[in-house]
């Protein structure tokens, strides 16, 4: 069954740093793109940032130099280490992994649970 494990998650002061964690069960990450998603209360699901097969990190304006995103294929793990958290960086953040059908990769096929990530003054 494949699943996608979320942690790392918590509540943090403005200015501070987390590190959130996915790792899939079921299949390697390193076949395809895969992703992280916030979403705030009361607003729809956002990009937050990507990751390419090759390891070339993409991330939406908002967190551009302050969120880093990585993978470590011996681990089989993706990482988004966040700096300089804001409170509006406040939300449910979920991985999302692309799946490998042997051919092509199907956008968003996998998703976590979430993880809460709480920024406050």
């Known amino acids: 069954q494949v699943q996608l494990v979320e942690s790392g998650g918590g509540s943090v002061q403005a200015g501070g740093s987390l590190k959130l964690s996915c790792t899939p069960s079921?299949?390697?990450?390193?076949?395809?793109?895969m992703e992280w998603y916030r979403q705030a209360p009361g607003k729809e699901r956002e990009f937050v940032a990507r990751?390419?097969?090759?390891?070339?990190?993409m991330y939406a304006d908002s967190v551009k130099g302050r969120f880093t995103i990585s993978k470590n294929i011996t681990e089989n793990t993706m990482y988004l280490q966040m700096n300089s958290l804001k409170t509006e960086d406040t939300a449910v953040y979920y991985c999302?992994?692309?799946?490998?059908?042997?051919?092509?990769?199907?956008?968003?096929?996998?998703w976590g649970q979430g993880t809460q990530v709480t920024v406050s003054f």
């Open positions: 990751i390419t097969v090759g390891g070339f990190p």
């Open positions: 079921g299949f390697a990450l390193s076949r395809c793109e």
């Open positions: 999302s992994a692309d799946q490998w059908t042997g051919s092509a990769c199907i956008h968003g096929a996998y």
